[in-house]
């Protein structure tokens, strides 16, 4: 199984601020991730595919990127609807494990 | 338009069982692999139970083994979870999932959800 470790847990930050959120691939391998978002009681929403891709009615302000087993959401000039969890998830093989999430507070 | 909704929660004792189903349309069922995923209360998404496109192939998390069993229905779309012996750890919000493609990848529709709570 390939596991996933997400940084931050939480994380606080202000309208208009760039924020990243890390993901760390337990193999080295050529994983493909995907991000989602969680907001509170919704269900949850695919962000990127593919590590790069932005899915469709994703803004473009989220963007993702990798470097080896490390893999990274970036969200550009936060807005206050960001403000939800969000989890990034392996789909090489089964299981398709997600990490352990990241709460986003938007101060 | 794509459409996923799950049925069949509840509040259930520990070792009791329960169907969830899940009703799609706006795309061709029959062709997709479909997935079961749970949030945990305070822990998050964890993916359940995938399922081949002809039900062949199915695959579930360790901690469900035995216990849960995915099915399908193709004619008339629908897909299911069959969840038995059930256990407080099982409490979530159960989602039937649409990956993008129709062997797989990332899960671009999800239903509403269904919330099963397991409590004595």
């Known amino acids: 199984d390939i596991q996933l470790t997400q940084s931050p847990s939480f994380l606080s930050a202000s309208v208009g601020d760039t924020v990243t959120i890390s993901c760390r691939a337990s193999e080295v391998s050529k994983s493909y991730v995907a991000w989602y978002q969680l907001a509170s009681g919704e269900a949850p929403k695919l962000l990127i595919y593919a590590t790069y891709i932005l899915a469709s009615g994703a803004p473009s302000r989220f963007s993702g990127t990798a470097s080896g087993t490390d893999f990274t959401l970036t969200i550009n000039s936060l807005q206050p609807e960001d403000s939800a969890s969000y989890y990034c998830q392996v789909l090489n093989s089964f299981p398709n494990n997600f990490g352990q999430g990241t709460r986003l507070e938007i101060k | 338009e794509v459409l996923l909704e799950e049925s069949g929660g509840g509040v259930l004792q520990p070792g009791k069982s329960v169907r969830l189903s899940c009703s799609a349309s706006?795309?061709?069922?029959?062709?997709?692999?479909m997935h079961w995923v749970r949030q945990i209360p305070g822990k998050g998404l964890q993916w359940v139970s995938g399922i081949s496109w002809n039900g062949r192939k199915k695959e579930y998390v360790e901690s469900v083994k035995g216990r849960f069993t995915v099915s399908r229905d193709n004619a008339k779309n629908s897909l299911f979870l069959d969840m038995t012996d059930l256990k407080t750890e099982d409490t979530a919000i159960y989602y039937c999932v649409k990956p993008l493609g129709i062997m797989g990848g990332a899960y671009d529709h999800w239903g509403q959800g269904t919330l099963v709570s397991v409590s004595s």
């Open positions: 706006g795309f061709n069922f029959g062709e997709h692999l």
